[in-house]
């Protein structure tokens, strides 16, 4: 389809392992977002692309995070030495256009478990 | 302060009867308001979306919702549910502070129970 797609769908690290998440967004879309949802919790914002830049990158929750969009298109979250806190859903949503005035369309997430 | 607040954690509906999903903000500048629903595993898909204009705003699935600015609310609504509207409601902000990205605010989520 023509969705967004995350990958892996689910991981199981040990803590201090390092992590990368994979989102393919809809091809075109200008901005691309990553968000961190708790269980039970609603997602919460952790950083923004415009393109290739990253304009926003406010709510990564520590240095451990790290985020990148090279070419514009395909996005990588990576966190580092990873902690149980950091386990949740990480969803990657893109948007057609830049500012936040049109839907954002989600991919179905990667559930990240920290033992 | 920027948020979204859903007050409630679950709905109960009868299979036929309206729905109401209520939603409150609190945002700096215009609002721009989202509605998303969360099926078990699976990504937000969106429903509908207020920018301006009519303050009822029609979305997919037969929903919608009404934009109630003097109330700081946005509550979505289907005149006959369901079972298959059973998931997870989220509303949303976009964030007023946050100058050209547009990154959205999320209620807690509230979950919608319909049953035959």
């Known amino acids: 389809g023509a969705g967004v797609s995350q990958s892996p769908r689910y991981k199981v690290a040990k803590r201090g392992q390092d992590v990368a998440l994979r989102c393919d967004p809809i091809?075109?879309?200008?901005?691309l977002f990553w968000y961190q949802q708790a269980l039970g919790q609603g997602p919460e914002f952790l950083t923004y692309?415009?393109?290739?830049?990253?304009?926003?990158k406010s709510g990564l929750p520590s240095d451990r995070f790290f985020a990148e969009r090279p070419e514009g298109s395909v996005s990588t979250l990576k966190i580092q030495r990873t902690q149980q806190e950091d386990s949740a859903v990480y969803l990657c949503?893109?948007?057609?256009?830049?500012?936040?005035?049109?839907?954002?369309?989600f991919g179905p997430g990667t559930r990240l478990t920290v033992l | 302060a920027q948020s979204v607040a859903q007050p409630e954690d679950q709905v109960n509906v009868a299979e036929g009867n309206p729905l109401t999903v209520k939603c409150t903000y609190s945002?700096?500048?215009?609002?721009?308001l989202f509605w998303y629903v969360q099926y078990p595993n699976r990504g937000l898909q969106f429903l509908l979306k207020?920018?301006?204009?009519?303050?009822l705003v029609k979305g997919s699935y037969g929903f919608e919702a009404e934009f109630n600015k003097s109330q700081t609310s946005f509550h979505l609504k289907k005149p006959s549910a369901l079972v298959s509207d059973s998931a997870l409601y989220f509303c949303?902000?976009?964030?007023?502070?946050?100058?050209?990205?547009?990154?959205?605010?999320f209620g807690q989520g509230t979950t919608l129970q319909v049953k035959p």
């Open positions: 949503a893109s948007s057609a256009t830049a500012g936040g005035y049109n839907e954002q369309f």
């Open positions: 949303a902000v976009r964030d007023g502070r946050s100058g050209n990205t547009g990154k959205l605010i």
């Open positions: 945002v700096s500048g215009n609002p721009y």
């Open positions: 207020y920018i301006t204009g009519d303050n």
């Open positions: 692309f415009q393109n290739e830049a990253q304009l926003d």
């Open positions: 091809s075109g879309h200008v901005s």
